[in-house]
């Protein structure tokens, strides 16, 4: 099983830092009823997993009334493991367009891993048959579309690319115009990191979507947030922001094989309803996986 | 999320206005409020209430200021202790004279150290060094690419060298390059590795063991949340830092980690990544940051109006105590908020000398923080009337005095004696001309603060023998003859 992988990923990663999460499985072990010491631990390893303020509340709000001074047991971790769960929805893999090129556009904050996470989903692809196609639209940062060359060259797909510091929305005309003429059954549009804040960047961002929009009708097919897990809170700022400039319909949860867990998926899931689709746990090209909120949570209390 | 935390720590704290106390009980809503703003903020679960605990109790007991909102108040404690946490700041770099200094980079995967090496290096140019890049990060593809743009656009010399090689050959040998060429700065850029993978957190010590770098730094994100410790504690564990370059700060992230990374690792935030271009590295300001992660209202200007309200109340009281002395009616009140504002200043032993007659009251082997404390109680335990007026004190009111402060009325006795003495010699002094002040203070100093417990007024005079009660009458005749 691919998330037993996962899991014993996260297991090992666990086990070598000890001290904040050590103990982790034995809060429901625990003897004795539910009282506030048990919800303190576990809203601390809520907490400690950047599950963050308001979903954390909710969480422990929900096992106050349903569990208070009862005995802790099974049916505690059951019930509080589904209700994490319920939060959470599977990823559903990517959508693609009825005929002609499926359009996938990635975007996300400076580091947060994009360049990778798109070599992986190439490479997972074009293992599902299809012919990949990736557009270098990181015109900004220096040797970002070497960065992705050397990827597509490893991977054997087809790359669309101009020089540093030209049009990136002009890249990503030519990559669609590329992936019709040529047949291609996925583009999949790699852009520049950018931090939320920044308007103008922002701006190119929806201007990058246009373009593709109007090359290819009803396209972008999918877009791809890529946040970081070690990221906090600002997490949810940031699937926000790209929401609203390019109607996000995924995340991609990178850098899920540190010891940081991205609970800020709960916020992001109750508040603009944003799925998390795949989860990177390595740093291996077959290293990204379909996002299973079974093994995730599992993962969170392991 | 500032105006949130305010309103609420206002709605909390509305009874406690102009008057009264901090107590734990009204303190308490507020730091909730405090703790919920620093977990926002992304600091460490662990951290944050450690940090609430320590200021609650730091808090408590504190006189409300008036005209001041108790919750400004508590807020500049707040401040006052997340700078002090994370201050102070040294960003200058220590380098060695004989041979190039080594400035080596370290941190996980997309924090930005590569972007990090090219403004440390134009920075360490600006400040008239000869830097050198080496480019480490073999892991990443085209990172080596990255790094020679860079060090293109501020022209500085980039070393690499072309693969297969190990990271550790090409920092040994970057060295050798730098001493060659006379470059007296070398940056090791490394790859980003997790810390929890054993090989490559091996592979730094490596370039630590052959490199010996002057100066390592953990380049962290601003955005990071609750792992933050866990890598820091690792990294600092394996390689001893010297410093944290904080990047991707003209983000919205309110930057809790830097907090966590300086109370788990005690290593000092140096740097703050503010911009994708490379000369928007700025050095680290703890004030700024200890504003950003309450918040984003304008807490600066709140500090200053609590210090310059401080001021001011210091101020009022000091020239109201000025005026009463020259009037000679000087209260125990009064006596008590002295010392009051003494206790502000530090440790008691340093002052004793500061205050007339201070040392008077306090015998030689008692701690003076203690013989402070006592004497406070006493005070404490009078009626208001019996501070104004020390004279009504009468042998039933001094016991009762004593039994509520757990001393001997014997004790009350003799410091009311003090007390009065201390008064007049006060009032004189306020009299004099400045420099028989100065005659009388240093006189003072050499009796009183060196000598604690030598009497320092009423000096009687050695006579040798012990005065009969007839001799004793005389004198006292002569004396209030000379008033």
Redesign the interface.
Known sequence: MVFRAIFEKLKVGLSKTRGVFSGFASLFRLRGKVDRNFLAEMEKRLYLADVGVTATFLIIEQVRQSFLNKEIGEDVETFVKQQLKEMLTAGEGISYAANGPTVVMVAGVNGSGKTTSIAKLARRLQQDGKKVLVAACDTYRAAAVEQLTVWSERIGCEIVKNQQGSDPASVAHDACERAKARGFDVLIVDTAGRLHTQKHLMRELEKIHRVVARQIPGAPHEVLLVLDATTGQNAIAQAENFEKAVRCSGIILAKLDGTAKGGAIFAIKQKIDLPVKFVGVGETLDDLEPFDPDSYVEALFA | MFEGIQRNLSEALKKLRGRGRITEANVRDAMQEVR?AL????V???VANDFVQRVTERSIGQQVLRTLDPSEQIFKIVYDELVALMGPVDTGFHFAKDRPTVIMLCG?????KTTSAGKLALTLRERGRKPMLVAADL?????V??L???GD?IGVTVYSEPPPVSPVDVCRRALDHAKKYLLDTVILDTAGR???D?MPMDELRQIDRSCRPDQVFFVC?A?????????A??FNEALDLNGVILT?M?????G??ALSIKSVAQVPIKFIGVG?KLDRLEEFRPEGMAQRILGQGDILSLVEKVASIQQQIGEEERLEQQRKLEKGDFTLDDFRKQFEQMKKMGPMKDLLGSMPGMSEMISEDEDPEKAFTRIQGMIDSMTKEERRNPDVIDINRRRRIAAGSGTEPPEIKQFLAQFTQMREVMRKMSQMSIWERVKMVTGMGQKGAFLPGAKVFNKKGDTGHRKSPKERAKERKNKRKKR
């Open positions: 919920r977990l926002d903020a992304d460490n679960y662990t996980l995967q997309g924090q930005g892991q990443r593809p085209a990172a690419d990255q020679k743009v860079l656009q997790l810390h929890v054993e994100d955005m990071t949340g609750q792992d933050a410790v866990n890598s504690k690792a991707k003209d983000g919205d992230a309110r809790g980690a994708e």
